[in-house]
């Protein structure tokens, strides 16, 4: 008898004897799985592919929403901008940290629950923003420039419930001022 057989029976043996001698042992095992190396191997790499994918679904960047928003006076349009919707705490704690560019025309918008007095940091932010807060009504009551990595916290004046931030100088270059109305329904 060679040793493999000997070495299989012996395991049987084993098994069926603590498992009250039945000799049903057998559901422990997947079919052919532990009688052939080469399926071995296979089966773990395939336990390695799924844990791998699974794990990589569940920590993927998930992409923010993306709305136009415009920005009004006197019923008018002043300006659009295209602007990443945030509105979990997680997503706002990271707001546009650790990005390198943001093109013009282009920002993210924040959104509250409730009315507060607002206050951010740019903290491992890289890019010149300027933050315009905003009530629950859409009036835009500040504008205040930031600057990279700076970590002084720069407050609302008074209590809001949305912030906009957007590159350094975009509001006076689009023309967008304090008292100007940003257009709501695409958020809410």
Known sequence: MSSNLIEKDILEKDLTRRHGGTGNF???????VLRDPVSLCAFFRGIAIAVLLLVFIVCAPHKLAVQEISIERDGQSVAVVKAEIV??????SKGLMNRKKLA????MFFVFETDQVLSFWMKNTYIP??????TWDGRIVDIKDMYPLDETRIYSSRSVRYALEVPQGWFSRAGV?????VDLTAIK
Not at 87 to 92: F, Y
Not at 177 to 181: M, Q, S
Request: net charge negative.
């Open 129 to 134: 923003l300027s933050i315009a807060y905003i």
């Open 26 to 32: 057998k559901f422990l095992f997947f079919p052919g």
């Open 177 to 181: 001022k304090t008292g100007d109305i």
């Open 104 to 107: 013009d025309g282009k920002g």
């Open 87 to 92: 509105s979990t705490e997680e997503d706002r």
